[in-house]
């Protein structure tokens, strides 16, 4: 099993630029594809971004392409979603979440899943 705690979450304006981390606790990191995820209040969970095992490949949703990187460092245990020209529709809580096989879009394929980090975009 792997705990995942996010981190970097914060208020900030239209048009600037956040990185948000996930910290993984746990067995053999290395076996787990992480992907990243957003949920508005009262809206469905989005998938944002998924990397795979070691990190050579990544693929994004529609909604975030081109405005988002996600990175992985498996010797530090972390995964990174960097975010630029935000928008307040990327207003939501942010969660990461590790799977075994590579469904990155598929909320039901992952296992783990951590509380979450609120992102606020201003206007």
């Known amino acids: 099993q792997v705990e995942l705690v996010e981190s970097g979450g914060g208020l900030v304006q239209a048009g600037e630029s956040l990185r948000l981390s996930c910290k993984a606790s746990?067995?053999?990191?290395?076996?787990?594809?992480v992907g990243w995820f957003r949920q508005a209040p009262g809206k469905e969970r989005e998938f944002v971004a998924a990397?795979?095992?070691?990190?050579?490949?990544?693929y994004y949703g529609e909604s975030v392409q081109g405005r988002v990187t996600i990175s992985r460092d498996n010797a530090n245990r972390t995964v990174d979603l960097q975010m630029t020209s935000l928008k307040p529709e990327d207003t939501a809580v942010y969660f990461c979440?590790?799977?075994?096989?590579?469904?990155?879009?598929?909320?039901?394929?992952?296992?783990?899943w951590g509380q979450g980090t609120q992102v606020t975009v201003s206007s």
């Open positions: 979440a590790a799977g075994t096989r590579w469904y990155p879009t598929d909320l039901s394929r992952y296992d783990y």
């Open positions: 746990g067995r053999s990191f290395t076996s787990y594809v």
């Open positions: 990397v795979t095992w070691s990190g050579n490949n990544a």
